[in-house]
């Protein structure tokens, strides 16, 4: 993969079919698009709110899951 950036913590591809394989294994769909040094690049998700939201998603489903593992001393 080309990554030209990473902007807000989400890389920005040089291609579409990137950004949409990224925006795939992070359960988002569409792109969205900025110019980087004259060039334009693409981003997996819609908008930035649609990846955030996501993440905030994740992160919440993913300490839910530990606490009610019980740990194992993780």
């Known amino acids: 993969m080309s990554i030209l950036t990473i902007i807000s913590g989400v890389p920005l591809f040089s291609t579409q079919q990137e950004a949409l394989d990224w925006a795939a294994s992070q359960g988002l769909t569409g792109l969205h698009t900025h110019t980087y040094l004259g060039r ?31 740990g194992g001393g993780y």
């Open 40 to 70: 334009v690049g693409y981003m997996g998700g819609i908008s930035h709110a649609s990846v955030s939201a996501n993440t905030s998603n994740q992160t919440t489903t993913n300490n839910n899951t530990s606490t009610s593992s019980g």
